[in-house]
């Protein structure tokens, strides 16, 4: 599936919900015409930073089909169906293909810490059961507990549907071990924003990314700069905008991505428990960023 292109940007977008907590479909709609409206080529729904993991299989369900009918034709939609059950997986990765959707973001899984034979047999069974949709896979030990290893990664990459990596894991070695292992059409992207350039240096195409939310165009800028061969505009945009990078994971993701975007005039709403709303100290240190940026007056 070498020819399926998903670009250089994908958002991992919130998951926008009322004030009683419910998902806001009309809201979720909106968004992501904003974001494909900046930059994004690929949007990927129910991931970490859509709070999937408080997302009953119904709403994303809904989300996967509200968002597809809003951005048909203008960019790609990636479903995170991943689970840390593989039955479980499969069923959802089943419903995204037959929903028509682009792609899928496969997470390893998470709390049951299963050996490098178990996870390549968990992607291995998803990829089988729905040949049709490339999967990306999603390397975040942080979170799940239990790390995809290059060479895990490199028997996984001879499966024609999956296609490449969202390398969350923060090592720079570890992203250069996969580059050397995997074919070049097998796509690495950046799980970090602040690592998106310095992994484009070893390889990487581009990032899925929780700022492009706030600074989708200027992370085009940047990648597309990278490469072109410019590479000092590019560090110039990084430099720039890291501190951004490095605010909206003062806490837990999306806490402070969703109060940057009320400051910006983009409410979306309110976290799901155990999540919790961004405190005042939290909010002053945001201002004082997204000033520093350049994109709140």
């Not at 859509?50 to 034709?73: H, N, R």
């Not at 070695?173 to 097998?186: E, H, K, N, Y």
Request: aromatic share 6%; glycine share 8%.
């Amino acid at each position: 599936m070498s020819e399926i292109d998903f670009g250089r940007l994908l958002t991992a977008m919130i998951t926008p919900f009322d004030i009683q907590g419910n998902v806001d479909y009309a809201k979720a709609e909106k968004l992501a015409i904003h974001l494909v409206e900046t930059g994004t080529d690929t949007i990927v729904v129910c991931g970490t930073t859509g709070e999937s993991p408080t997302l009953s299989w119904d709403e994303e369900y809904q989300l996967f089909s509200v968002l597809q009918k809003a951005i048909s034709g203008r960019a790609k939609i990636m479903a995170g169906t991943g689970s840390n059950s593989t039955s479980e997986a499969i069923a959802a990765t089943t419903k995204a293909a037959h929903l028509g959707l682009d792609g899928t973001l496969q997470v390893t899984p998470y709390y049951n810490k299963p050996p490098q034979e178990g996870l390549y047999d968990h992607f291995r069974a998803i990829a089988e059961a729905a040949p049709e949709l490339p999967i990306l896979l999603y390397n975040v030990p942080g979170r799940t507990g239990c790390k995809l290893e290059p060479e895990t990664v490199a028997k996984l990459a001879e499966i024609p549907s999956i296609i490449g990596i969202k390398e969350a894991t923060g090592d720079l070695d570890q992203a250069s071990q996969i580059r050397a292992l995997t074919p070049a059409d097998f796509a690495i992207y950046s799980g970090d924003d602040s690592l998106t350039l310095p992994l484009m240096a070893v390889g990487a195409k581009g990032v899925v990314s929780v700022a492009s939310h706030l600074v989708g165009n200027q992370l085009q800028t940047m990648m597309k700069s990278f490469a072109a061969g410019k590479v000092q505009e590019a560090l110039q945009i990084h430099i720039k905008l890291f501190p951004l990078f490095k605010a909206l994971f003062l806490t837990s993701n999306p806490i402070p991505l969703k109060s940057a975007l009320r400051l910006l005039g983009l409410d979306t709403g309110v976290v799901r428990s155990p999540l919790v709303a961004a405190n005042a100290e939290l909010e002053a240190k945001l201002k004082i960023v997204l000033k520093e940026v350049g994109i709140l007056t």
